[in-house]
């Protein structure tokens, strides 16, 4: 945090440098030639090579150059060739690593001539922390580099699977709690983004399906008005206002249909007779049958369209359930051989043992205090394919800053202190 927050000045006075213990410093970061600092140790017998996250532009810009390039990791054995592990890697991140290795080798070189006994130690954060774990894996295909480690805390889906399993001997990733970053590669935006679409469809569907109910209502409302009889006859064919219409009536009427006037519709029986003096209202026995199959009608329709919409859920849930069984069941390999999205991108993971720091709850918290100052802090080895997916969380990005990492170590620290055996973990089955 001081090599990449505080002046160079403040950095050397906090770990006790010299200025003759700086091997290299590279303030100016440029366009995948970020900032670092390689550092003689006498303290530690280390060499310690410090490489800061992106906080310039030009530095935002290597981060962002996130194309897939083949990288190839040869491990020796006693300094023969044992394996070569094929994979794809960052291109930004690649590109940065590649030449600060060929700054920092020749340093290392001598040194390591001089102080035999001295270890080489790569610590970076975030985008620093990716370009260090592949400088790692350069600098140990160098036999006199073969004791190189690496810490890389909040590190970035960097690299492909096979890569990233082959550097759990050396290298260590440290997350902490809700940090978004070593989760976030080209594929797991498109997967999120996929997920996001499929919901607003969802909601389009059931949208749409609300619309089309209300619009069937009404259809049916303005069906049932049509088949409302309303006759309108002259004064001068009544004499008594107070008597009913007769059956000779209704037979005149209907030989007398007017098209529609003035806004009046004809049913479909035909019988509608509009006049401007009076109007009454019957119904015959045909309207009423009309009427009843319309109902019966509109709650077929609206059981069908419930049950079609079911029929999609349930089909919907099956399918879900099958992955998850899938998944489960352990049959499904497909993380492991490197899985390629719609859009031909790979997938990418962060690099080595991944020990990840989680916040929990105290065991009995006190009523009326908050549980943030008195929360526990567990550590657990994770397995990678917990990164294959963007989980959002409200501190997703403050925890991913340097101070959040460092407030989460010390409390974890001092839980340690006290000697409390319930409050770290080391494997992730209780996860």
């Known amino acids: 945090m001081f090599f990449s927050k505080k002046s160079f000045s403040a950095f050397l006075k906090f770990g006790g440098y010299k200025q003759e ?12 030639q970020p900032s670092f600092a390689l550092v ?44 070569v592990v094929l994979g794809y890697a960052h291109c930004g991140m690649l ?8 700054l920092a080798i020749p340093h290392l070189h001598n040194k390591i001539q001089e102080f035999p006994g001295y270890q080489i130690k790569v610590i970076g ?10 400088l790692t894996c350069i600098l140990r295909e160098h036999y006199e580099f073969s004791s190189c480690s690496c810490l890389a805390f909040a590190p970035p889906a960097c690299m492909t699977w096979e890569l990233a399993e082959s550097g759990k001997e050396f290298i260590t990733s440290l997350v902490n709690k809700n940090d978004v970053v070593p989760s976030f590669s080209k594929v797991s935006t498109e997967s999120l983004r996929s997920e996001v679409m499929v919901s607003s469809k969802l909601d389009d569907v059931q949208g749409h399906f609300h619309h089309g109910l209300f619009s069937s209502i009404s259809q049916r409302v303005a069906f049932f008005r049509s088949h409302m009889l309303t006759i309108s ?22 030989d007398w249909i007017q098209p529609p006037v003035n806004g009046h519709s004809i049913d479909c029986s035909g019988q509608q007779v509009v006049t401007s003096e009076e109007r009454v209202t019957l119904v015959n026995t045909e309207d009423v049958t009309c009427v009843k ?25 099956t399918t879900n359930e099958g992955e998850e069984a899938l998944n489960q069941n352990g049959t499904r390999n497909d993380k492991q051989k490197e899985p390629i999205s719609a859009s031909g991108s790979r997938q990418f993971f962060p690099p080595g043992r991944i020990i990840h720091m ?3 709850p105290p065991p009995d918290p006190t009523p009326g205090e908050g549980t943030s100052s008195n929360e526990i802090i567990g550590i657990y080895e994770t397995p990678r394919d917990l990164y294959g997916k963007i989980r959002l969380a409200p501190n997703m990005i403050k925890e991913h800053y340097m101070p ?28």
């Open 95 to 102: 590109a940065g690593a590649r030449w600060i290795a060929r």
């Open 293 to 317: 199959s319309a109902v019966s009608g509109f709650t077929s329709q609206e059981d069908s369209d419930r049950n079609g919409a079911l029929d999609t859920h349930q089909s919907s849930t």
């Open 21 to 32: 213990d700086i091997l290299i410093h590279k303030a100016r970061s440029r366009l995948m």
């Open 125 to 134: 954060h975030s985008m620093g922390a990716g370009i260090g774990a592949i």
């Open 358 to 360: 989680v916040a929990q």
């Open 404 to 431: 959040s990492y460092i407030s989460t170590m010390e409390s974890l620290l001092e839980q340690l202190q006290k000697g409390d055996d319930n409050t770290v973990c080391t494997t992730s089955n209780d996860l």
């Open 233 to 254: 006859h002259s004064t001068e064919k009544i004499a008594d206002h107070d008597s009913s219409i007769s059956e000779p009536l209704l037979k005149d009427s209907a």
């Open 40 to 83: 003689c140790d006498k303290r530690t017998k280390c060499f310690l090579l410090f490489i800061r996250g992106a906080i310039s532009t030009k530095e935002r810009l290597t981060a962002a150059t996130a194309a897939e390039v083949p990288f190839h990791h040869i491990i020796l054995s006693e300094g023969q060739i044992s394996n």
